[in-house]
């Protein structure tokens, strides 16, 4: 029998988890679904990606407002992808915050990936009439953005790593605290999505970078909290090896069937029962084909074309 396409038939519901990782440091994990996380500064909020709807985006804010009354002055978006970004409007945030590339790959594909992310995985767009439409960052940077977050709390470092699970990824830094916001640039025990992403940059400098800041707490982009400097490593290693078996087995494949083949069967016995897995595997061979036969940026993805990649080698 054929596969249901990406996560159309996954329609439970995930547990979600409210864990404050400091002083005024929040994260919300949901088994795999994505992330989100909120910075208290002295007089504002800080929160960490939008969910894909509105209506969404509030549940977690009702979960946040337990906890604190601040305005939310910022809202950081770590990439462009529909499930990050599309619930922005409940936060109310003065400043939305985002790479530079984020902004144009809004311009570029926005439409085309908020489609194609519905249809893949409906289930995280509670009531998707919410969505007032695209999200667009007021506020963008190339290397680094520093926000002061008043008294002794010290600054949040917004930072570029270089190109990764897509062009424009930024990570979040509390150095006081030494908690890392990873977007999908690392995952804790949940699958690799790569199907935007730059493999060989990724993997190697990238990567690098991000393990560079030393982060002792690390909330990646789905999966759970990483904790202490060896399980942050260890996440980051994960990461890297997810990637490093892509590369090795497409590399070697004379074709994109083969190539989706030898690099499901070398690492689904690790990965299989993680979270996205076979989901994702597809639409991540055929980028990382694209990638090692000259094809520099991704090609926007499409409904359509999600379902021809999916017939094609998820049978
Ligand atoms: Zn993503």
């Not at 599309?86 to 985002?98: E, K, R, Y």
């Not at 690099?263 to 055929?286: A, D, K, M, Q």
Request: with cysteine.
């Amino acid at each position: 029998m054929a596969k249901p396409f990406a996560s159309s038939a996954d329609l439970g519901e995930k547990k979600q988890s409210m864990e404050v990782l400091a002083e005024g440091v929040y994260a919300l994990t949901a088994e795999g679904d994505p992330n989100v996380g909120a910075i208290e500064a002295e007089d504002f909020l800080v929160c960490f990606e939008a969910l894909a709807t509105p209506v969404a985006a509030r549940e977690w804010l009702a979960r946040l407002r337990e906890h604190t009354d601040k305005p939310i002055r910022y809202l950081v978006l770590s990439h462009y992808h529909a499930v990050r970004v599309l619930g922005a409007s409940a936060f109310g945030a003065d400043v939305i915050v985002t790479h530079d590339k984020t902004r144009e790959l809004i311009a570029e594909r926005g439409e085309q990936d908020w489609a194609s992310e519905y249809a893949r995985m409906p289930r995280l767009f509670k009531e998707p009439g919410s969505i007032p439409g695209l999200t667009w960052p007021t506020a963008t940077f190339s290397d680094t953005f520093t926000i002061d977050l008043g008294g002794d709390r010290g600054d949040l470092v917004l930072a570029y790593c270089g190109r990764g699970h897509t062009e424009g990824d930024l990570v979040a830094w509390l150095p006081k605290r030494r908690i890392m916001f990873a977007g999908d640039l690392v995952e804790s025990q949940a699958a690799l999505y790569t199907g935007d992403a730059f493999h060989l940059d990724w993997s190697a400098a990238t990567l690098d970078k991000v393990a560079s800041f030393g982060a002792e707490t690390l909330v990646g982009g789905r999966g759970a909290v990483a904790r202490g400097r060896q399980g942050v490593e260890a996440a980051i290693a994960q990461t890297r090896d997810f990637l490093t078996v892509m590369l090795r087995e497409v590399g070697a494949a004379g074709s994109v069937r083969e190539a989706f083949e030898r690099t499901h069967r070398e690492l689904e016995p690790r990965y299989g029962s993680w979270p996205i897995f076979e989901h994702c595997l597809p639409f991540n061979v055929s980028r990382l084909w694209d990638e090692l036969h000259g094809v520099e940026r991704p090609r926007i993805w499409t409904a359509e074309r999600d379902r021809e990649v999916w017939d094609q080698l998820q049978r």
